[in-house]
């Protein structure tokens, strides 16, 4: 392994005869100046990070309305325009014909809806926290209701993560060239990327990781009263971003303890306090939470259910191929998991304790405390990726510190081979960013449950005067009915005795979309014929008979 120089921003000791000797400065370090500057870095490392810096920035705009706009969605839309989904049961799914139109309605914000409305929205089961619903609300009310300006919300947000990450870094290492890498990693990463373009908390919610963190280091290095008090408004927006930020909270108060050798000291004490007032604001929505639990229960059933420990494991190997490559290598997933483990070992045997200890705490209760409820009683949070945002900005933020001390000078054979990995690893992001933003469909928009809908779609648009019956799910029936033409006509109802057959059959041809059995079963007795015309075999695991046609008795 190469020798480090000095300082981590120093080229290696072996380059020191081929380079002008480093000279301290006399000015206290400054993480701006050293920013724009990246002091000891060679010209190609600069003009490259820069360049893929604006390659990301490039792809979280482009071609946001390309994409599906899938469930999860169309949820943020419902709740932060007002509406609940037994508001639009209610009123649409009453068995009728209705109009696409008429359906498209609950994702446009309507003069009679207020804030109120959006926070009853929000507090009807409480399982999201309100801060990106309630921003989503002043963005819509702003710039209008669309696909696109919902998505650029978030990807407005993801661009603050270039910042707070760098800041973050700086006050782990001191080290403009760790930042700027994290920055490479993260702007075309696999991860981030796709979520930057998704109408949903997540690049909010990295966004407060990031800069709870940075203000918290700030804290502990040059503690005033002010520092502590930014620190702990940074918690309450968090925990009012997403309910999972209490695990980077708990991270950061285990690090605190830690770092004091669990002493009860000014600083442990100026943490608690300034934690226990940010967890004491974030009260009124756990209250509502709990009020509302089986509510909860019914909205997060999906994450329940017991799994081997076989297919755990597997799809924790996957994970890191997926954020790292973007691609599934099979049996070879665990190469990505080697690096990953080794990025953490070398940083904390060579990074500052106060740093690698910051990281590896960070890591560890983000992911376990989610995998251990997993293992223990069952389910699957551990396996939503979009749940470990912390854990794998941790180790992204690793590898920049292995990559900016290993892979930036390439005098010997090890230095080189971690210079390949790092370009390798950067390349397969840019490559993932290209097909990514040609694509209908990624995998973070759950490609079983709506590859489906451009493909379904056409054929219903094709023909001249259809109706659509369908007794599926209501949030998946409205991110569907995005992709129909206006003149489409629906019979929408979850009681398939309520639908009034007489009136579709003024339409032909009649389609039935996501049928129950129960549905297919009254149709047939009342001597209506079924013909299959799309199976989804998306899933091998789980075929979906997604769209039948419905023949006159």
Same mark, same amino acid.
């Given at each position: 392994?190469?020798?480090?120089?000095?300082?981590?921003?120093?080229?290696?000791?072996?380059?020191?005869?081929?380079? /002008?000797?480093?000279? &301290?400065?006399?000015?206290?370090?400054?993480?701006?100046?050293?920013?724009?500057?990246?002091?000891?870095?060679?010209?190609?490392?600069?003009?490259? @990070?820069?360049?893929?810096?604006?390659?990301?920035?490039?792809?979280?705009?482009?071609?946001?309305?390309?994409?599906?706009?899938?469930?999860?969605?169309?949820?943020?839309?419902?709740?932060?325009?007002?509406?609940?989904?037994?508001?639009?049961? *209610?009123?649409?799914?009453?068995?009728?014909?209705?109009?696409?139109?008429?359906?498209?309605?609950?994702?446009?914000?309507?003069?009679?809806?207020?804030?109120?409305?959006?926070?009853?929205?929000?507090?009807?089961?409480? *399982?999201?926290? &309100?801060?990106?619903?309630?921003?989503?609300?002043?963005?819509?009310?702003?710039?209008?209701?669309?696909?696109?300006?919902?998505?650029?919300?978030?990807?407005?947000?993801?661009?603050?993560?270039?910042?707070?990450?760098?800041?973050?870094?700086?006050?782990?290492?001191?080290?403009?060239?760790?930042?700027?890498?994290?920055?490479?990693?993260?702007?075309?990463?696999?991860?981030?990327?796709?979520?930057?373009?998704?109408?949903?908390?997540?690049?909010?919610?990295?966004?407060?990781?990031?800069?709870?963190?940075?203000?918290?280091?700030?804290?502990?290095?040059?503690?005033?009263?002010?520092?502590?008090?930014?620190?702990?408004?940074?918690?309450?927006?968090?925990?009012?971003?997403?309910?999972?930020?209490?695990?980077?909270?708990?991270?950061?108060?285990?690090?605190?303890?830690?770092?004091?050798?669990?002493?009860?000291?000014?600083?442990?004490?100026?943490?608690?306090?300034?934690?226990?007032?940010?967890?004491?604001?974030?009260?009124?929505?756990?209250?509502?939470?709990?009020?509302?639990?089986?509510? @909860?229960?019914?909205?997060?059933?999906?994450?329940?259910?017991?799994?081997?420990?076989?297919?755990?494991?597997?799809?924790?190997?996957?994970?890191?191929?997926?954020?790292?490559?973007?691609?599934?290598?099979?049996?070879?997933?665990?190469?990505?998991?080697?690096?990953? @483990?080794?990025?953490?070992?070398?940083?904390?045997?060579?990074?500052?304790?106060?740093?690698?200890?910051?990281?590896?705490?960070?890591?560890?209760?983000?992911?376990?405390?989610?995998?251990?409820?997993?293992?223990?009683?069952?389910?699957?949070?551990?396996?939503?990726?979009?749940?470990?945002? /912390?854990?794998?900005?941790?180790?992204?933020?690793?590898?920049?510190?292995?990559?900016?001390?290993?892979?930036?000078?390439?005098?010997?054979?090890?230095?080189?081979?971690?210079?390949?990995?790092?370009?390798?690893?950067?390349?397969?992001?840019?490559?993932?960013?290209?097909?990514?933003?040609?694509?209908?469909?990624?995998?973070?928009?759950?490609?079983?449950?709506?590859?489906?809908?451009?493909?379904?779609? *056409?054929?219903?648009?094709?023909?001249?005067? &259809?109706?659509?019956?369908?007794?599926?799910?209501?949030?998946?029936?409205?991110?569907?009915?995005?992709?129909?033409?206006?003149?489409?006509?629906?019979?929408?109802?979850?009681?398939?005795?309520?639908?009034?057959?007489?009136?579709?059959?003024?339409?032909? &041809?009649?389609?039935?979309?996501? /049928? *129950?059995?129960?549905?297919?079963?009254?149709?047939?007795?009342?001597?209506?014929?079924?013909?299959?015309?799309?199976?989804?075999?998306?899933?091998?695991?789980?075929?979906?008979?997604?769209?039948?046609?419905?023949?006159?008795?």
């Amino acid at each position: 392994m190469a020798v480090m120089g000095d300082r981590l921003g120093d080229p290696p000791n072996n380059q020191q005869n081929n380079q /002008p000797k480093y000279q &301290p400065p006399e000015h206290k370090p400054n993480v701006w100046r050293e920013c724009w500057t990246m002091q000891s870095s060679p010209n190609w490392f600069r003009i490259a @990070v820069i360049g893929v810096l604006i390659l990301g920035i490039f792809f979280r705009f482009y071609n946001l309305d390309k994409k599906v706009y899938w469930i999860d969605e169309v949820n943020s839309s419902l709740r932060s325009l007002g509406y609940t989904r037994t508001e639009m049961v *209610e009123e649409t799914f009453t068995g009728s014909v209705i109009t696409v139109e008429t359906l498209r309605q609950y994702q446009q914000l309507s003069p009679e809806k207020t804030w109120g409305d959006t926070m009853n929205a929000l507090m009807g089961t409480a *399982e999201h926290a &309100p801060l990106y619903f309630m921003l989503s609300r002043l963005w819509i009310g702003w710039v209008g209701h669309s696909v696109a300006t919902m998505r650029c919300l978030a990807a407005i947000f993801s661009v603050f993560v270039f910042p707070c990450l760098y800041w973050l870094c700086w006050e782990l290492f001191q080290s403009a060239r760790v930042g700027w890498l994290a920055i490479a990693l993260v702007s075309i990463s696999p991860l981030h990327l796709p979520y930057a373009q998704e109408a949903r908390p997540y690049s909010l919610w990295t966004v407060m990781i990031l800069l709870s963190s940075a203000l918290l280091l700030r804290a502990l290095r040059q503690p005033t009263r002010k520092r502590w008090a930014v620190y702990g408004v940074s918690v309450a927006l968090g925990l009012y971003t997403q309910l999972l930020f209490g695990l980077v909270a708990i991270a950061h108060g285990l690090y605190v303890f830690v770092m004091e050798k669990w002493r009860f000291t000014r600083t442990t004490l100026a943490y608690l306090l300034t934690a226990s007032l940010a967890f004491l604001s974030f009260i009124p929505w756990v209250t509502l939470f709990f009020i509302n639990i089986e509510k @909860v229960k019914q909205s997060t059933a999906s994450l329940t259910g017991g799994y081997s420990l076989d297919y755990m494991l597997n799809r924790w190997f996957l994970s890191f191929s997926q954020v790292l490559l973007n691609r599934e290598l099979g049996g070879a997933n665990f190469i990505m998991v080697l690096l990953a @483990v080794f990025a953490l070992v070398y940083l904390y045997r060579h990074a500052p304790r106060r740093s690698s200890l910051f990281i590896l705490i960070l890591v560890a209760v983000s992911f376990w405390g989610l995998a251990l409820p997993d293992l223990i009683w069952g389910g699957r949070r551990s396996l939503r990726i979009r749940y470990l945002f /912390p854990y794998f900005t941790g180790i992204q933020i690793a590898l920049a510190y292995l990559f900016a001390t290993q892979a930036v000078w390439t005098k010997n054979w090890k230095q080189k081979a971690w210079w390949m990995v790092m370009v390798f690893i950067v390349f397969n992001g840019i490559a993932a960013a290209i097909v990514s933003s040609q694509s209908v469909v990624w995998w973070n928009k759950s490609v079983p449950r709506s590859s489906y809908y451009p493909i379904v779609s *056409e054929m219903i648009n094709r023909t001249d005067n &259809p109706i659509v019956l369908s007794d599926g799910s209501p949030t998946d029936t409205l991110a569907f009915s995005n992709w129909l033409d206006p003149d489409v006509k629906l019979m929408l109802s979850l009681e398939p005795k309520k639908f009034k057959f007489k009136q579709a059959e003024a339409y032909d &041809p009649i389609f039935l979309l996501n /049928p *129950e059995e129960l549905t297919k079963k009254i149709l047939r007795r009342r001597g209506y014929e079924l013909t299959l015309i799309y199976e989804d075999r998306t899933d091998p695991e789980d075929i979906e008979q997604r769209l039948w046609l419905v023949k006159k008795p």
